[in-house]
C-alpha cells in the first residue's frame, strides 16, 4: 500500500459508499453523516484542498471593499485591491494571528490590525509595522515576510470567485468543466455581470452538511416537502385567472404550472458537480422573459431557450448551489460541526430588470428562499427530522439513490448537444435520484490520501 502515513488508521471505502452500477447497487453509510473524525477528514481534504466558493465579485465593487468568509476551519478576507484585482488572504494578522477585518463586509484603503497596529494595503502587503525603527528587531526578522498570507489559488468565473488552500489542483475551468455552461444559464439573464442584492439570509439546522448538497438537487422530494408553497401558488394563480388584472399582488412565475409534467433532467459533470433541470410552464412569467429576444441574438435560440424557459439548481461541489427558477439564488453551504450546518442566501438580479420585474424577482425570492418563506422552513425541519433519523445507526446504509437508475444515459444529451456542453452522465427526469451519485463519487475521490486500497 503506497500511501501516506497518517496518524489514523486507512478507512475501509467498502464501508463508506457502495457504488457498483455492474449490479445496480449504490449505498451510502449513515456513518457519512454521523461521524466527527469523517467531518475532520472532509476539512482537510475537501474543503482546506480543493476549490471551493468564497463570494460574488459584486460583494467586493468597489478598491478598498472587504468580504469576510471561510475556508473549511480557516477564516478568509476578499478585497478589491486598489488595482481593481480581486484578493484573498487568510484573515489572520501575520504578527500574532488576531484577525484584521472583523466585520462581514466593509471599505477600507488599508487593513490595521486591531491588536498591536500592523497595517496592510488591499493587495495584503505589510506596509507598516508599529514602532518598526525603535524595535531592535533581530536581522532574521527583517528578512521574513511580514505580509498576508495569500490564499494559494485564487479565480473568478463569471463573476462567482472560488479559491483552493491546495496550491496543486487542476485550473478552475478544469474543476468546473460542463459545469461552466450551466453557469453561463445563469449569468446570460443579463448583458453585464449579475448584481447582488442588498443584504443576504443565514440561517443554520441540525445536520451534517451533505444534507444540503443532497437537498439541494433533490427533485424527487419536491411536491411532498413544498406541497404548501405549490398549493399558495396554485391557488394564486386560478385566483388571476378568474379576476385577471384585478387580481392585485405581484404574479408569480410558478402557478398552475403541473412541475412533474414537463420536461425535464439533469446532468453530471464529474468532480461532484451536478445539474438538475425542468421546463418552465410559464416562462413568460419569469423576471428575464422580455429580454428573451436580445438573449437569443446574443447567444442563440437553443441557448436562449435554456437561459429563459428553464429553471435549474446546479450544484459546484462541494460548498456552492446556485438556484434559478423563481428567483436567483447563491445558496453557500457552511459545514460549521458534524452536526450543525450554516447556510448563506444571497440575491442575483439583473441590472437591467424593470421595476416590475424586479419586485417579481424579490417577492418571489422572499416566497421560496428566504428562511421566512414558504419552502426553506419546510427543508430545514426536514434536514433536522433526517439529523434525528440517522441517529438510527442499526441501519447501516441508505436507500435513497436509486431512482433512475435504469435510464442513466453515459455523457449528454440532444439539449445539451444544442448547445455544446459536456457531461459525464445525464438522464431524463429530475426527480432521478441517480443524480446525487457525483457528489459521494467525489467525496471518495477527495479522501482518497486516507482510504485503504
Ligand atoms: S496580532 Fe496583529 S499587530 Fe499584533
Ligand atoms: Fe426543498
Not at 399558495?232 to 392585485?248: F, L, N, P
Request: hydrophobic share 40%; glycine share 10%.
Amino acid at each position: 500500500m503506497n500511501k501516506p502515513v497518517e496518524a489514523h488508521p486507512f478507512l475501509d471505502p467498502r464501508e463508506l459508499v457502495v457504488d457498483q452500477p455492474q449490479d445496480g447497487t449504490f449505498l451510502v453509510s449513515r456513518r457519512l453523516f454521523n461521524e466527527a473524525e469523517l467531518f475532520e477528514l472532509e476539512m482537510k481534504y475537501i474543503f482546506e484542498n480543493t476549490w471551493i466558493f468564497l463570494c460574488h465579485e459584486g460583494q467586493v465593487p468597489n478598491p478598498g471593499d472587504f468580504f469576510t468568509t471561510e475556508m473549511g476551519r480557516q477564516p478568509v478576507v476578499i478585497t478589491r485591491g486598489k488595482d481593481g484585482q480581486v484578493h484573498g488572504f487568510v484573515n489572520a494578522c501575520a504578527h500574532r494571528g488576531a484577525t484584521l477585518c472583523r466585520t462581514r463586509k466593509g471599505n477600507q484603503q488599508f487593513l490595521t490590525c486591531p491588536y498591536h497596529g500592523w497595517v496592510y494595503d488591499t493587495a495584503g502587503k505589510n506596509v507598516d509595522i508599529k514602532d518598526h525603527a525603535s524595535g531592535a528587531y533581530p536581522p532574521a526578522f527583517e528578512q521574513q515576510s511580514h505580509d498576508l498570507k495569500a490564499i494559494p489559488k485564487l479565480a473568478v468565473y463569471r463573476g462567482l470567485v472560488f479559491g483552493s488552500l491546495n496550491p496543486d489542483v487542476p485550473t478552475l475551468a478544469e474543476h468546473l468543466g460542463g459545469a461552466a455552461k450551466a453557469i453561463d444559464f445563469v449569468m446570460d439573464q443579463s448583458e453585464s455581470p449579475l448584481e447582488v442584492l442588498r443584504g443576504w439570509s443565514t440561517y443554520t439546522h441540525r445536520g451534517n452538511w451533505k444534507l444540503q448538497p443532497e437537498n439541494g438537487i433533490d427533485g424527487y422530494h419536491f411536491t411532498a416537502v413544498h406541497a404548501n408553497y405549490v398549493g399558495v401558488m396554485k391557488r394564486d394563480a386560478e385566483r388571476r385567472a378568474q379576476k385577471a388584472a384585478a387580481a392585485g399582488g405581484v404574479q408569480r412565475s410558478f402557478g398552475g404550472d403541473s412541475l412533474l409534467q414537463m420536461k425535464s433532467g439533469w446532468y453530471d459533470y464529474g468532480r461532484g458537480h451536478t445539474l438538475m433541470w425542468g421546463s418552465f410552464g410559464q416562462p413568460q412569467n419569469r423576471p428575464v422573459w422580455d429580454r428573451r429576444e436580445q438573449i437569443a441574438q446574443r447567444h442563440g435560440a437553443a441557448h436562449a431557450e435554456w437561459v429563459v424557459g428553464r429553471l435549474r439548481n446546479l450544484l459546484i461541489f462541494p460548498n456552492l448551489l446556485l438556484m434559478d427558477h423563481a428567483a436567483t439564488q447563491i445558496r453557500v453551504i457552511k459545514p460549521v460541526s458534524v452536526d450543525f450546518t450554516k447556510v448563506e442566501s444571497f440575491a442575483l438580479a439583473a441590472r437591467e430588470d424593470s421595476p416590475d420585474a424586479r419586485t417579481r424577482r424579490i417577492r418571489q425570492f422572499e416566497d421560496f428562499y428566504n428562511a421566512t418563506g414558504l419552502a426553506t422552513p419546510d427543508d430545514l425541519t426536514t434536514f433536522e427530522a433526517c439529523h434525528d433519523g440517522l441517529q438510527g445507526r442499526l441501519v447501516p446504509w441508505q436507500l435513497g439513490y436509486d431512482r433512475g437508475f435504469a435510464q442513466v444515459r453515459a455523457g449528454g444529451d440532444e439539449e445539451s448537444a444544442a448547445v455544446g456542453m459536456d457531461a459525464h452522465m445525464s438522464g431524463p427526469d429530475f426527480q432521478d435520484e441517480v443524480l446525487l451519485h457525483g457528489q459521494y463519487r467525489e467525496w471518495l475521490r477527495l479522501l482518497a490520501p486516507v482510504l485503504a486500497d
